[in-house]
């Protein structure tokens, strides 16, 4: 134990680029040797007697308001939790331990993505798209339900939390010290420089804590499956897939599996909110006629066109031109707010014009590109315009000045280009991957006249 904490410290002294250090990294960096051994020690007894300090467990909850809410209702803020920071380092130690019991005993299901190592949303939305893509090749349709769970890590029970550690044949100190962890905890609002009154918090995963993502995996980890379904978990995100050529099927495959997580959801104190929860009709052709629809709770649930899954948009044909659109749109409002920097009264040099585009801007225009990237030419080269637009504003380069030889001047690619990069890398590590439903995933010759997802690798 002493060397663990050593060995996280020395590691966080090591100066890292701006801005890419955690509070906790920033604080240790200052520590002396002596206060380091009391750390040790502290954190030392934690496993030893299987307490929690007390004091590490009172939280202060920023409210920040989402956007486009209304500051009148309290719902329209987004909690923020702050924790000690000696509560953080104490919990990475406690993950490290809970993490290698898990993957040793391969206790979390291969459904669920969420917060583990080597998976990422990428590989749960190339999962539901490839499912959704071979249906097509198949002459299949795809149903497809995607969950709304209130306030999920807050609603996690304690007692059943504990009692799924115990199921899984958890070390009975761990269970001991995250009893601890989870007990006798509070917090208080901050605003400004008020604080509320202290209030003790019940239940829930908390908030802004290392190991509540993990806890919380753990909690939901005896999901209801069944075999004409498949599931795909990312943490809460839940999305209910089935398959037929017959449209009547899919709605019942859907409302079986439904209602044993109805029940399941109940057992364990888990709420589904019906009126958010969506369901997309997934098929290739124009026009095709939905099947009946499902319901949740009783509370029917119509066929949308598209929904937002791991943050991209899944259009009912998968042609991805709304979530091309989307994000093409967000991509030039936030180069909108770094036009003054761009400008020639700008004292940023070009070197740090490119920085704030390769590091800020492009990102928002590649998240999860792998998965959609094989859309339409005409859809990319939205994105090629957008990024010529700016590289060019970046540069303040008169017309005349051609953008391959602006994008060869600043060593960089066309949009295409950078996400075939990111794709080839993407699948070739796919393959390494330790995980049974990643396996499950068709590897296949990309084919020029059915378009799916390693088609970008052509």
């Excluded at 006798?184 to 509540?212: W, Y």
């Excluded at 585009?357 to 590109?369: D, E, G, M, N, Q």
């Excluded at 970046?394 to 690619?413: M, Y």
Aim: charged share 20%; net charge positive.
């Amino acid at each position: 134990m002493p060397s663990e904490v050593l060995n996280y410290v020395k590691k966080a002294q090591i100066k890292r680029a701006p801005g890419r250090e955690g509070i906790t990294n920033k604080i240790l960096r200052h520590l002396t040797l002596p206060v380091i051994f009391q750390i040790t020690n502290i954190i030392s007894n934690i496993f030893i007697t299987g307490h929690f300090p007390e004091s590490w467990k009172h939280a202060s909850v920023i409210p920040i308001l989402k956007p486009g809410k209304s500051r009148g209702a309290a719902d329209s803020y987004r909690p923020i939790s702050l924790l000690p920071v000696l509560s953080k380092l104490a919990e990475r130690l406690i993950l490290s331990r809970l993490n290698n019991y898990l993957t040793t005993n391969k206790i979390l299901i291969s459904q669920q993505h969420g917060f583990r190592p080597q998976l990422s949303t990428s590989h749960q939305l190339l999962r539901v798209v490839e499912y959704a893509k071979s249906g097509f090749k198949e002459k299949k349709y795809t149903g497809a339900v995607f969950l709304d769970i209130q306030k999920a890590f807050d609603r996690v029970w304690h007692t059943g939390l504990l009692y799924k550690l115990i199921k899984i044949n958890a070390p009975p100190q761990l269970i001991l010290i995250i009893k601890s962890f989870l007990k006798n905890r509070s917090f208080a609002v901050r605003v400004n420089d008020t604080h509320s009154s202290t209030k003790q918090i019940r239940a829930g995963a908390p908030q802004g804590a290392l190991l509540s993502p993990t806890l919380f995996n753990i909690y939901i980890n005896d999901i209801p499956k069944t075999r004409q379904t498949t599931v795909c978990l990312y943490a809460d995100d839940t999305a209910i897939l089935t398959q037929s050529a017959n449209k009547n099927c899919i709605t019942h495959f859907l409302h079986r599996h439904l209602a044993e997580l109805e029940d399941w959801y109940k057992k364990w104190k888990i709420s589904i909110n019906p009126e958010k929860t969506e369901a997309v009709f997934f098929s290739a052709g124009h026009g095709t006629h939905k099947p009946p629809p499902v319901y949740v709770q009783n509370h029917p649930v119509p066929w949308s066109k598209s929904v937002n899954y791991l943050g991209v948009t899944l259009d009912q044909h998968l042609s991805f031109k709304d979530h091309i659109t989307k994000i093409d749109n967000k991509f030039r409002a936030l180069a909108c707010l770094y036009y003054p920097y761009f400008t020639r009264n700008s004292p940023l040099t070009i070197k740090n014009r490119l920085l704030i585009y390769t590091s800020i801007l492009r990102p928002v225009l590649l998240y999860a590109s792998p998965v959609w990237g094989h859309a339409t030419k005409t859809n990319i080269n939205r994105l090629e315009t957008s990024q010529n637009v700016t590289i060019r504003k970046l540069t303040n380069s008169p017309w005349f000045v051609r953008n391959a030889d602006l994008r060869f001047a600043l060593n960089l690619t066309t949009v295409r280009e950078t996400i075939k990069k990111i794709a080839t890398k993407f699948f070739t590590n796919l393959e390494s991957i330790d995980n049974r439903t990643l396996r499950k995933i068709e590897i296949y010759t990309p084919d020029p006249n059915f378009n799916r997802p390693r088609n970008i690798l052509l």
